[in-house]
DNA sequence: GGGGTAGTTGAAGATACATTCAAATAACTC
DNA sequence: GAGTTATTTGAATGTATCTTCAACTACCCC
């Protein structure tokens, strides 16, 4: 028998499991014996905590989601230069591979937002945070003088999260000419006309 | 009795069935009977067709690819100023709201593509047609001395490519403040400091 | 350390899905 | 228009998955 846990610890791996099993089957692929495999349980105790798989699946991609933004913002705060701020910004928003688990997770997500109302919510309010993210990099630079930004700082920040997401799904996807340091570059070259600043730190 | 069809005929409307499927329950999600019922026929007379759903399940995506970049292409030839192209061409390349079934489509593969390698190849190899497409804009807006180019056009295509991307899942997600004509706006925005030029026509 | 509780299992039952195939029939051929 | 072929159905079979639940056991508490 697989060890006893607490209500909670069991729950937290269960969310793990699931995270696993959605990047390895997909959203709506995703089945209870997957979720029981990954967490090394019956698929009856997988129910005994989530009767109902799809609010396991929900938790999942939250957690998930939350943890890929903390660790952006934990990140961010170790530096206090709006360059390095920047830089640093653009090179944790994108997967450090076609596996990294994190992208991969959020990337399920982007097709079944479209069905999904409460997949749609997440991700946009996830969208939303990151823009406010960039843009208060943006805002703090043009008003200590490193950066001359080249519109609205709203504009520009949509635009940077938008090129981290799609180049995301390019490097997951196993793009043969784009990886993370290719699209770090491409999103850095637009960064440059947007802050007007060589972003050399 | 459904209506009896030739090999071809029933082979074209079992793809656009797939198509409607694969956009309603996701490409893990999709069954043979959802293709059938969209298709008006039992199961078994898919699987005439079809002995292997993923098969055609490929050549739904296959197709609903093509179709999507050959009336970008067709839209293109429409026009001749390298500003209308531009602009025209942005345009086409979002969907027209939360459920165009072109962009739907194209969504779903973003997470399959992270965990199938033909996906990711049909992915990546869109990606690079359209790449190619802006790249000969902005080239021969250059040329014509319309466009002075901030970058090199590749990295500049690259870009344009990778923000229609991103947005397509920002409106079909259904982000409240991002429909189509913010989104074109928000790309033009970076289109203009691209191109150096307003982008009015 | 005995009683109670909470977590887990494994098996049984129910449901859903894929797959096969004989029979039916529409369409085509000569 | 008789014979042949291609397409479709519907029912039967098999398999996979979900769901339920009684039994088991580790752990906690007094």
């Known amino acids: 028998m697989a060890q006893r846990k607490s209500r909670t610890d069991r729950r ?14 997909g959203v709506d692929g995703v089945q209870l014996s997957h979720v029981a495999e990954e967490a090394g349980l019956t698929s009856g ?11 396991l699946l929900v938790e999942a991609q939250h957690a998930g989601m939350e943890r890929f933004y903390e660790q952006r913002l934990r990140q961010l705060a170790t530096v206090t230069d709006p360059v390095a701020k920047l830089v640093m910004t653009i090179r944790s928003g994108l997967p450090t ?15 079944a937002a479209g069905r999904n109302r409460v ?5 946009t309010s996830l969208y939303d945070r990151q ?5 208060s990099i943006l805002d703090t630079g043009a008003a200590l003088g490193v950066f001359r930004l080249s519109g609205d ?5 949509r635009n940077l999260v938008a090129l981290e997401d799609a180049y995301g799904y390019r490097i ?22 947007a802050t007007g600043n060589d972003l050399v730190h």
């Open 12 to 25: 937290i791996d269960l969310i793990e499991a699931a995270r696993r099993a959605i990047i390895r089957h």
């Open 45 to 55: 105790a997988v129910l005994y905590h989530y009767p109902d798989l799809s609010e």
């Open 97 to 111: 591979g076609p596996l990294d688990p994190d992208v991969r997770l959020l990337n399920e997500l982007g097709g």
């Open 119 to 123: 997949y749609g919510v997440l991700l």
């Open 131 to 135: 823009v406010s993210m960039y843009q």
């Open 153 to 157: 700082s709203l504009t520009l920040a």
């Open 172 to 193: 997951t996807a196993r793009h043969p000419l784009i990886g993370p340091a290719e699209a770090a570059e491409l999103i850095l070259s637009y960064a440059r006309t």
